[in-house]
């Protein structure tokens, strides 16, 4: 699962919705919250800046990177591998494919069937993404009496001024627009003034659906 929001410009993400190519527009200002599973590509323009969140994996998970037959969602070539880095480790499996016999002909290979993938693919309708002002701006009210709001609904595996958080017995102060990460196991104390709005994201591989 990986939220997106737009802090500068529009997006593309395309996706594969119960079997079919799908362009999501993420406008400036606009979250996103993609089901986990989903076969996805982000497409970028220069110029612009997109926050993705997103938990680290698991060793026992595992991401493709998959090329497509043009005009189908037959897949042509894909590897799997444990993402660790992936401005290194994609630039190899995109070479490999590029020199690949599945690129050269546009036809999988007959010679290297494609295996199953290690889970089943979802087959969720994605959501429409909202922007982020807006809806803060619709439940002013309930942040204000200190209520916890949930932004996206329990259909997925997630729950919802100035503030400063003192960890490991240092203070980081946290004005508009600021972010701060959090490793695990790290213990906190996280302190917000009244009029204080936040995006929590906390995310615990313990909570993962069996598939």
Same mark, same amino acid.
């Given at each position: 699962?990986?939220?997106?929001?737009? /802090?500068? +410009?529009?997006?593309?993400?395309?996706?594969?919705?119960?079997?079919?190519?799908?362009?999501?527009?993420?406008?400036?200002?606009?979250?996103?919250?993609?089901?986990?599973?989903?076969?996805?590509?982000?497409?970028?323009?220069?110029?612009?800046?997109? @926050?993705?969140?997103?938990?680290?994996?698991?060793?026992? &998970?595992?991401?493709?990177?998959?090329?497509?037959?043009?005009?189908?969602? %037959?897949?042509?070539? &894909?590897?799997?591998?444990?993402? &660790?880095?992936?401005?290194?480790?994609?630039?190899?499996?995109?070479?490999?494919?590029?020199?690949?016999?599945?690129?050269?002909? +546009?036809?999988?290979?007959?010679?290297?069937?494609?295996?199953?993938?290690?889970?089943?693919?979802?087959?969720?309708? /994605?959501?429409?993404?909202?922007?982020?002002? %807006?809806? /803060?701006?619709?439940?002013?009210?309930? @942040?204000?009496? +200190?209520?916890? /709001?949930?932004?996206?609904?329990?259909?997925?595996?997630?729950?919802?001024?100035?503030?400063?958080?003192?960890?490991?017995?240092?203070?980081?102060?946290?004005?508009?627009?600021?972010?701060?990460?959090?490793? +695990?196991?790290?213990?906190?104390?996280?302190?917000?003034?009244?009029?204080?709005?936040?995006?929590?994201?906390?995310?615990?591989? %313990?909570?993962?659906?069996?598939?």
């Amino acid at each position: 699962m990986k939220l997106f929001y737009q /802090v500068r +410009g529009d997006m593309v993400l395309k996706v594969i919705e119960n079997g079919k190519h799908k362009d999501v527009h993420i406008r400036q200002g606009e979250m996103f919250l993609l089901p986990a599973r989903i076969p996805h590509s982000p497409q970028r323009q220069a110029n612009t800046v997109g @926050l993705v969140i997103e938990r680290r994996r698991l060793h026992s &998970e595992t991401d493709g990177l998959r090329y497509f037959v043009q005009d189908s969602t %037959d897949v042509l070539f &894909e590897r799997w591998f444990y993402c &660790e880095n992936l401005g290194t480790q994609l630039v190899p499996i995109i070479n490999e494919f590029m020199a690949s016999k599945e690129n050269e002909t +546009g036809k999988p290979d007959p010679a290297k069937p494609i295996q199953p993938a290690p889970f089943p693919m979802n087959t969720m309708i /994605v959501m429409t993404p909202f922007c982020f002002r %807006d809806w /803060v701006e619709k439940q002013k009210s309930t @942040l204000a009496s +200190g209520k916890m /709001v949930d932004m996206f609904g329990a259909q997925f595996e997630t729950e919802e001024g100035t503030s400063s958080i003192i960890m490991n017995a240092k203070e980081f102060s946290l004005a508009a627009g600021d972010c701060l990460l959090i490793f +695990g196991e790290t213990k906190y104390q996280w302190n917000r003034s009244q009029d204080c709005v936040a995006l929590y994201v906390a995310q615990d591989p %313990d909570r993962k659906r069996p598939w």
